[in-house]
Protein backbone atom coordinates (compact mmCIF):
# COMPACT_ATOMS: atom_id res chain seq x y z
CA UNK A 1 0.00 0.00 0.00
CA UNK A 2 1.12 3.47 -0.61
CA UNK A 3 0.42 6.37 1.57
CA UNK A 4 0.34 10.09 1.04
CA UNK A 5 0.31 12.78 3.72
CA UNK A 6 -1.05 16.25 3.26
CA UNK A 7 -2.05 19.19 5.25
CA UNK A 8 1.06 19.95 7.42
CA UNK A 9 2.11 23.43 7.61
CA UNK A 10 2.67 26.87 9.39
CA UNK A 11 0.82 27.61 12.42
CA UNK A 12 0.44 29.54 15.74
CA UNK A 13 0.29 28.06 19.22
CA UNK A 14 -3.38 27.24 20.40
CA UNK A 15 -4.39 26.90 16.49
CA UNK A 16 -5.31 23.95 14.77
CA UNK A 17 -4.54 21.80 11.43
CA UNK A 18 -5.53 18.95 9.81
CA UNK A 19 -3.67 16.22 8.47
CA UNK A 20 -5.05 13.71 6.29
CA UNK A 21 -3.03 10.31 4.47
CA UNK A 22 -4.77 8.93 1.48
CA UNK A 23 -4.01 5.10 0.33
CA UNK A 24 -3.83 3.20 -2.58
CA UNK A 25 -2.63 -0.13 -3.45
CA UNK A 26 -4.47 -2.07 -0.98
CA UNK A 27 -7.26 -3.03 0.30
CA UNK A 28 -8.06 -0.03 3.03
CA UNK A 29 -10.24 -1.77 5.61
CA UNK A 30 -7.55 -4.84 6.13
CA UNK A 31 -5.13 -2.31 7.33
CA UNK A 32 -5.02 -0.73 10.72
CA UNK A 33 -3.47 2.97 10.64
CA UNK A 34 -1.53 5.30 12.52
CA UNK A 35 0.48 8.37 12.85
CA UNK A 36 3.52 9.05 14.16
CA UNK A 37 6.25 12.54 14.35
CA UNK A 38 9.70 12.47 14.31
CA UNK A 39 10.91 16.38 15.45
CA UNK A 40 14.84 16.90 14.77
CA UNK A 41 17.18 15.57 16.73
CA UNK A 42 14.56 12.95 18.60
CA UNK A 43 13.41 9.46 18.03
CA UNK A 44 9.90 8.72 16.27
CA UNK A 45 6.89 9.13 18.64
CA UNK A 46 3.80 7.44 18.50
CA UNK A 47 1.00 9.89 18.18
CA UNK A 48 -2.20 7.81 17.22
CA UNK A 49 -3.54 4.99 15.98
CA UNK A 50 -6.73 3.65 14.72
CA UNK A 51 -8.44 -0.04 14.03
CA UNK A 52 -9.41 -1.44 10.77
CA UNK A 53 -12.84 -0.53 11.35
CA UNK A 54 -12.32 2.62 13.30
CA UNK A 55 -14.22 1.07 16.62
CA UNK A 56 -10.90 1.46 18.69
CA UNK A 57 -8.35 4.20 18.51
CA UNK A 58 -5.40 4.63 20.93
CA UNK A 59 -3.33 7.72 21.46
CA UNK A 60 0.40 8.98 22.90
CA UNK A 61 0.20 10.71 26.19
CA UNK A 62 1.34 14.02 24.78
CA UNK A 63 -1.60 14.56 22.65
CA UNK A 64 -4.54 12.60 24.35
CA UNK A 65 -7.29 15.07 24.47
CA UNK A 66 -6.07 17.42 21.99
CA UNK A 67 -5.44 14.92 18.76
CA UNK A 68 -8.80 13.02 16.78
CA UNK A 69 -7.54 10.30 14.64
CA UNK A 70 -10.45 8.79 12.07
CA UNK A 71 -10.65 7.42 9.00
CA UNK A 72 -13.12 7.15 6.00
CA UNK A 73 -12.70 3.28 4.91
CA UNK A 74 -14.85 4.49 1.69
CA UNK A 75 -12.46 7.36 0.42
CA UNK A 76 -9.14 5.08 1.81
CA UNK A 77 -8.14 7.87 4.05
CA UNK A 78 -7.00 8.62 7.95
CA UNK A 79 -7.23 12.20 9.62
CA UNK A 80 -5.61 13.34 12.46
CA UNK A 81 -7.32 16.45 13.74
CA UNK A 82 -5.13 18.44 15.68
CA UNK A 83 -6.54 21.16 17.92
CA UNK A 84 -4.62 23.35 20.64
CA UNK A 85 -1.50 23.37 19.22
CA UNK A 86 1.70 23.56 20.73
CA UNK A 87 5.52 24.50 19.99
CA UNK A 88 6.40 20.86 21.22
CA UNK A 89 3.62 19.73 18.45
CA UNK A 90 6.25 21.13 15.57
CA UNK A 91 8.14 17.49 13.84
CA UNK A 92 7.05 15.71 10.56
CA UNK A 93 4.31 13.35 10.64
CA UNK A 94 4.09 10.20 9.55
CA UNK A 95 0.94 7.81 8.19
CA UNK A 96 1.47 4.48 8.54
CA UNK A 97 -0.51 1.38 7.65
CA UNK A 98 -0.07 -2.79 8.66
CA UNK A 99 -2.30 -5.19 7.21
CA UNK A 100 -3.87 -7.26 10.31
CA UNK A 101 -6.65 -9.25 10.79
CA UNK A 102 -7.37 -7.98 14.19
CA UNK A 103 -9.36 -5.16 14.98
CA UNK A 104 -7.07 -3.24 17.48
CA UNK A 105 -4.70 -0.10 17.28
CA UNK A 106 -1.47 -1.31 16.62
CA UNK A 107 1.70 0.22 17.72
CA UNK A 108 4.10 -1.46 14.60
CA UNK A 109 4.11 -0.60 11.09
CA UNK A 110 5.13 -1.96 7.45
CA UNK A 111 4.51 1.00 5.47
CA UNK A 112 4.97 4.29 5.62
CA UNK A 113 4.16 8.00 3.92
CA UNK A 114 7.02 10.07 2.97
CA UNK A 115 5.88 12.76 5.91
CA UNK A 116 3.91 16.49 6.25
CA UNK A 117 5.51 19.04 8.59
CA UNK A 118 3.94 20.90 11.17
CA UNK A 119 5.69 23.65 12.57
CA UNK A 120 3.93 25.60 15.88
CA UNK A 121 5.06 29.23 16.07
CA UNK A 122 4.45 30.58 20.26
Known amino acids: VELVETGGGLVQAGGSLRLSCAAS????????LGWFRQAPGKEREFVAA????????SYGDSVKGRFTISRDNAKNTVNLQMNALKPEDTAAYYC????????????????WGQGTQVTVSS
Open 25 to 32: GGTFSRYG
Open 50 to 57: ISRTGGNT
Open 96 to 111: AARLTLADVPLYEYGY
